[in-house]
């Protein structure tokens, strides 16, 4: 609860305190929007001391649930769970803060000493992979990779002209350093007893080891195998070869992993992806597939590349250094591996980049290209085929042509870099160690010296991605953001205001308009609002089915968005739905895609010409039935004083609230008639809910109702709780449910009622209503979440604060956990209520439903009235 108001009970049995006593100065900060983020620290502090972690949770958990939780938010919330003894929902966190942050030292010690083995295990490796790692984090992690097994652990860095570090091992015989280069050395390690990392069973030794010009290299050998390398090395001078002739394009390819990817690659270079006369590089950055390595052996021999061998691994950035030494004249691309570039596609690219003097970069759209992702934006989307990725790279050029769009900088993954560009930032930086994040800076650089980075619109380049780090990758990516942004402050907020935008939009739907594709997909048609959300919960059931992923089209403020669930195409197409052509355009696109049915959401605020068009479209059209408030004729609840506040019925002043003018009662025989018209022509009714199913049975009868169909909830039943909480489920925020949520508050207090109020969800005002002192707003909670909630909010009752809808929610949890739930029985009886549930008439005022809640919450056995609500 709100600092002020809370009580709490000490482990002694003792009278209860309020919390202002331990922090005197929450109460002030907590409602103030500015602070109330920060504020919400004090009260788990104050709990914390207390030895009382389950009342610590809540403001741990809004802090999770607020705008851009950092990792160290949900390292708090796994800490306060375990202390509470939900050991596994404090794992589930940790694992989410070393995915967000696994660079965070803090992190990293609680993740050693706290977490189950597999997390261990990963922080562990993590702090070994730090250039500058903390001594006791070292010694933590090397304590238990050795108790889990390893035999042998280095740490090895170039640091000028001398390899320095440290070896742990177990057995007797000690690893050796082996050097390379003109003539190989073997170095033999001799165990130092005080050495800090040497412990009973294990040998640990230090290592320092002077490089000379004959030196390339170093490698750490147990048994006469490698098993480490440096991390760093120098960096190695590309050869001079005076019989290269000048070429007007370079194609640069570092590879080090994915025999089949990178074959694909330069399958696809060699099939006309590549231009006319450009010339491929390939680094072998030390690449330990020896059929990859041999692979690129031949295509050297054949003259089909050049190729560069690094004899350790340099990363991204030094090796394509190598290449540009090479480089002296022409442009370059820069390519990855694991991407697929179409006939012609890389010539395009260069036409773009040639189109205007100003652009110093170009990259192309891919399925995996962060701001250049198609068609889901800013993720990564599945590579297709090789013909699909052609098809797709046709569809871009008719779309878009030779247009492009002005990035913040371009995407390593294919990057086009112009002469003038090159030589005016000169190479790479190779502060970034082994990837991530150069290209970044690479372009930052180019835009401070005039430059322009673009997406070219009309090219498309596939690209498989994440197959070189993998698990490492998140924390090169964290600690290499870091470095780029110290470097360049003004990056952040340019990135996210260029996402927010979103000016790619209007090109990948220009892609997207042309590829109406079929497969008889489902098509959820609702407005704005409630039915939105209930359109993509009915999706994400759908997605579950076997069969293409089905579209979503949300009509509001003239515009229909079509989306495809589940990431799935289309993500960008909108049209238009007055003006000139009208829904013509977005009628003719469903036609053309050969819909297999549609289901039709709050249909009353859909244009009367979409919905006629619809019809006309010839498929299968059904509606569905759970958000009913278009098809009740109920008004907002009275919120004035209530003449008769005692007992279950409307008395007159709510009856009197339901009265309408003779204009409103014109304006809703209008809408009844054209809902009479809508239902008429549906094929069927489709209840999401039971609720639903109960009013829809009732109105057209058993033929035209659908059958039930619900996600089910795997659940565990609840432990029993000594106390009351009722959780109110708000899946969408909603003014008259904040107003009825701050009136149960209110009749709570009336009662000198100890039980406190939970809102799973958002409010429209969070902390207007929570100053209702006891109340709590937890934040937006995702359907896989409420178990966790229920729990550890030990939630006792369950009530949906809605009249007229998402009823399906709470109801579907209630049967799931065995918990007694209030709701407002919009069906009049046609409901059957469950054990202990309360079944309130729509039609009472918020002051009366709130006072038959209160009373029915603080009840020893709470039970439903003895009748339910009639017509």
């Not at 097994?149 to 280095?154: K, N, Q, R, Y």
């Not at 939630?795 to 009823?807: D, E, G, H, K, V």
């Amino acid at each position: 609860m709100p600092p002020s108001d809370e009580k709490s009970r000490s482990k002694s049995g003792e009278n209860p305190a309020p919390i202002r006593e331990v922090l005197s100065d929450a109460d002030a900060l907590f409602f103030d929007a500015s602070r109330h983020f920060e504020a919400l620290l004090l009260p788990v502090r104050g709990y914390l001391d207390r030895d009382e972690p389950a009342r610590a949770f809540p403001y741990a958990d809004r802090r999770c649930r607020l705008a851009a939780p950092t990792a160290r938010d949900f390292v708090l919330r796994s800490e306060i769970s375990r202390r509470a003894g939900f050991v596994a929902e404090g794992y589930r966190d940790l694992a989410r803060a070393l995915d967000l942050d696994p660079t965070d030292r803090q992190i990293l010690r609680i993740a050693l000493t706290r977490g189950e083995p597999a997390q261990r295990t990963l922080a562990a490796r993590l702090v070994l992979s730090e250039e500058e790692p903390d001594r006791a984090l070292t010694a933590a992690a090397v304590d238990w990779l050795v108790e889990d097994g390893e035999s042998l652990l280095s740490c090895l860095n170039l640091r000028g002209e001398e390899i320095v570090g440290w070896a742990v091992w177990t057995g007797a015989a000690p690893p050796q350093i082996q050097l390379t280069g003109g003539v190989t050395r073997v170095i033999d390690l001799s165990p130092d007893r005080d050495h800090w990392l040497a412990g009973e069973g294990r040998g640990a030794a230090s290592i320092h080891v002077a490089l000379d010009d004959e030196c390339s290299g170093a490698i750490l050998l147990r048994g006469g195998r490698p098993e480490a390398q440096p991390r760093q090395t120098r960096i190695q001078r590309a050869f001079s070869d005076p019989a290269l002739k000048a070429a007007d394009l370079s194609i640069i390819v570092p590879v080090y992993e994915d025999y089949e990817a990178t074959r694909a690659c330069f399958w696809a270079l060699f099939a006309r992806g590549a231009p006319p006369g450009a010339r491929i590089i390939a680094i072998d950055d030390a690449t330990p597939n020896r059929e990859l390595r041999d692979w690129l052996d031949g295509l050297a021999a054949e003259n089909r590349i050049i190729l560069l061998k690094n004899s350790q691994n340099l990363g991204f950035a030094a090796s394509v250094n190598r290449a540009l030494a090479l480089c002296p004249s022409g442009d370059v691309i820069l390519l990855n591996a694991d991407a697929l570039p179409p006939p012609g596609s890389l010539g395009r690219l260069r036409d773009v980049v040639r189109s205007a003097p100003q652009i110093g970069t170009a990259t192309p759209f891919s399925n995996n290209g962060e701001y250049v992702s198609f068609p889901e934006r800013n993720t990564v989307n599945p590579m297709e085929t090789p013909d699909e990725i052609a098809r797709l790279d046709a569809l871009a050029r008719r779309a878009n042509g030779p247009d492009f769009v002005d990035l913040p900088n371009g995407i390593g993954f294919c990057l086009y870099i112009s002469r003038a560009c090159l030589d005016a930032v000169g190479p790479l930086p190779e502060i970034y160690s082994r990837g991530y994040y150069e290209d970044v800076e690479f372009c930052l650089r180019a835009q401070e010296k005039g430059f322009r980075n673009v997406c070219a619109t009309g090219v498309y380049v596939g690209h498989a991605g994440t197959r070189s780090f993998r698990a490492d990758k998140r924390r090169l990516v964290m600690r290499n953001l870091a470095i780029l942004e110290r470097r360049f402050p003004h990056y952040h907020r340019e990135s996210a205001s260029f996402v927010e935008a979103d000016p790619l939009q209007r090109a990948r739907g220009a892609i997207e308009a042309l590829d109406p594709r079929g497969g008889d997909r489902v098509a959820l048609v609702c407005a704005d609002g409630a039915s939105r959300l209930m359109a993509q919960e009915r999706a994400a059931l759908l997605a579950r089915e076997d069969g293409p992923a089905p579209l979503v089209c949300s009509c509001a403020g003239g515009r229909a968005e079509l989306r495809g669930a589940d990431g799935a195409w289309p993500q960008s197409l909108d049209f238009a739905l007055y003006g000139e052509g009208g829904e013509t355009s977005l009628l003719g696109f469903l036609d053309a895609m050969t819909v297999l049915r549609f289901e039709l959401f709050d249909p009353l605020n859909l244009s009367p010409k979409l919905l006629a068009g619809l019809f006309r479209l010839g498929a299968r059209v059904e509606i569905a039935a759970g958000d009913l408030q278009w098809a009740l004729p109920l008004r907002a609840p009275w919120d004035g004083p209530c003449e008769a506040p005692e007992g279950a019925r409307p008395c007159s002043s709510c009856a009197g609230s339901a009265a309408a003018t003779h204009a409103e009662g014109e304006a809703r025989l209008r809408r009844l008639r054209r809902k009479r018209a809508i239902l008429a022509r549906a094929d069927a009714i489709r209840p999401l809910d039971r609720m639903g199913a109960a009013i829809a049975r009732h109105i057209f009868g058993e033929a035209a109702v659908l059958p039930l169909a619900e996600a089910a909830i795997e659940a565990t039943p609840l432990e029993p709780v000594a106390g009351r909480a009722l959780a109110l489920v708000v899946p969408a925020p909603d003014p008259l449910a904040d107003r009825f949520t701050v009136a149960l508050g209110r009749a709570l207090r009336r009662l000198n009622s100890e039980a406190k109020i939970v809102v799973l969800g958002a409010c429209v005002n969070d902390l207007a209503v929570m100053k209702s002192r006891n109340v709590f707003v937890a934040g937006a909670v995702k359907s896989d979440e409420y178990e966790r909630l229920l729990r550890q909010y030990e939630i006792s009752a369950l009530m949906s604060p809605y009249r007229t809808r998402f009823f399906g929610p709470t109801d579907r949890l209630a049967r799931a956990f065995a918990l007694p739930m209030a709701y407002f029985d919009y069906s009049f009886g046609k409901t059957a209520p469950g054990a202990g549930d309360l079944a309130l008439d729509p039609r009472l005022c918020d002051a009366k439903a709130a006072s038959l809640v209160a009373q029915w919450l603080t009840a020893a056995s709470p039970a439903r009235p003895a009748e339910a609500p009639s017509c």
